[in-house]
């Protein structure tokens, strides 16, 4: 019931950021764009995980494939305002679906296991692009532009939700049934705060900015 209660919460932030996304379209950057589209995809993610923990009895096969598929949706996002940087990362999408490949053939199978490897490896490479990103945003603009102009809340959802799961996903399948049940709450908080910076960054855009 508790499970139920906060996917609710959590699809509800989610419509909610969509429903103000296309509502202030005309206000939003490519990136921002980019970003609500990614929003859409990952609502329709979060309805399906809860539907295979429901009829399934668990989700891993969700986050074996959910997991390379948001890496490279953000990661393609970023990107372009990486500089340098940018072509390294987007050689990463390649090596994370290989990665993820191999670790669900050998060494932790869909079936019994959580992909800890993937989302490990994810959530640092996404630290450091946001990280990138986030100084790069600085460097360009004022703090004005960066603020209204651009996906810097998004960012900060990203980078909180991914030192989150790094340190408690990551962790998963070494931990005990009171482990597990921290683990989840820690989840189910930094997830309403990943979903709730698009609400904010959508919110606040004043006005198109060109790429």
Known sequence: ?????TTIIKLCIIILGIIIGFSRENKLNRTNYDFLIILIVAGAGEALEWLMAKYYFHNF???HVFRPLFYTLITLA???HLGKMKRSFR?????VWIAAYFNARYLQPPQDSLNTVIISLTCLLHI???LFYIARLFDRYSWNETMYHHSFWIAI???????SSFLTLGLHNFLGADGHK?????????EWLYYASFIV???????????
């Open 78 to 80: 970023l990107a372009p």
């Open 61 to 63: 096969v969700y986050y």
């Open 91 to 95: 050689l990463s999408i390649i090596f």
């Open 1 to 5: 019931m508790i499970y139920w209660i």
């Open 128 to 130: 450091l692009a946001v």
């Open 182 to 190: 921290l683990v989840t709450h820690v989840l189910i908080v930094s």
């Open 157 to 163: 959802g990203i980078l909180l939700h991914s030192i």
């Open 201 to 211: 960054n959508f919110s606040l855009q004043k006005q198109a900015s060109s790429d």
